[in-house]
T-cell receptor, first 112, second 111 residues
Framework: DTAVSQTPKYLVTQMGNDKSIKCEQN?????MYWYKQDSKKFLKIMFS???????INETVPNRFSPKSPDKAHLNLHINSLELGDSAVYFC???????????FGPGTRLTVT | GDSVTQMEGPVTLSEEAFLTINCTYT??????LFWYVQYPGEGLQLLLK?????DKGSNKGFEATYRKETTSFHLEKGSVQVSDSAVYFC??????????FGTGTRLQVFP
């Protein structure tokens, strides 16, 4: 009965590959987010979706493409992976504007 | 733009010591303020929140008061435990419905 789940938990891949991270929430929330946490633990928002519509896109390279098939899922696809993409990626969800956000366990992406 | 500033860590304390982690913010309008905690190898968990000036958020012995006049939201706990060792993030929620985080403060508590 995990509230926000992500798969995979760890992802190791080579430069130039394409990979996807999946996120699902069973809280009935209408807004979902992707955050990136770098090696110094700094967290920054990448995207948010509300009811399958893109709301926030924080100057992320267009190699990153979020996809929301329904309001319970928000996947992140990354093309042509680069070394600098290595980070922990967190999915989150919330209900309504300004509400508290619930985070998934994170996906640690390592690009070699 | 909106931003959050936290004290640099690590903060190293003995068990039962008093904890303060400073957090100040810059924001237009009236943001909601949050403290999140990240235990080793885990995701972020909401620790407490405050949605308007003078509100006090509290949870698990931690407290923080939304101070509009000093634009601060300092985290305090009267007696820390080894199990409180984690990274603590102060954050604000903007009108655009995104969380802006501070850089995080690592707390290490020794027995």
């Amino acid at each position: 009965d995990t509230a926000v789940s992500q798969t995979p938990k760890y992802l190791v891949t080579q430069m130039g590959n394409d990979k996807s991270i999946k996120c699902e929430q069973n809280l009935g929330h209408d807004t979902m987010y992707w955050y990136k946490q770098d090696s110094k633990k700094f967290l920054k928002i990448m995207f948010s979706y509300n009811n399958k519509e893109l709301i926030i896109n924080e100057t992320v390279p267009n190699r990153f493409s979020p996809k929301s098939p329904d309001k319970a899922h928000l996947n992140l696809h990354i093309n042509s992976l680069e070394l600098g993409d290595s980070a922990v990626y967190f999915c989150a969800s919330s209900q309504g504007s300004g509400g508290e956000q619930y985070f998934g366990p994170g996906t640690r992406l390592t690009v070699t | 733009g909106d931003s959050v500033t936290q004290m640099e860590g690590p903060v190293t304390l003995s068990e039962e010591a008093f904890l303060t982690i400073n957090c100040t913010y810059t924001a237009t309008g009236y943001p909601s303020l949050f403290w999140y905690v990240q235990y080793p190898g885990e995701g972020l968990q909401l620790l407490l929140k405050a949605t308007k000036a003078d509100d006090k958020g509290s949870n698990k012995g931690f407290e923080a008061t939304y101070r509009k006049e000093t634009t601060s939201f300092h985290l305090e706990k009267g007696s820390v435990q080894v199990s409180d060792s984690a990274v603590y993030f102060c954050a604000l929620s903007t009108s655009a419905d995104k969380l802006i985080f501070g850089t995080g403060t690592r707390l290490q508590v020794f027995p």
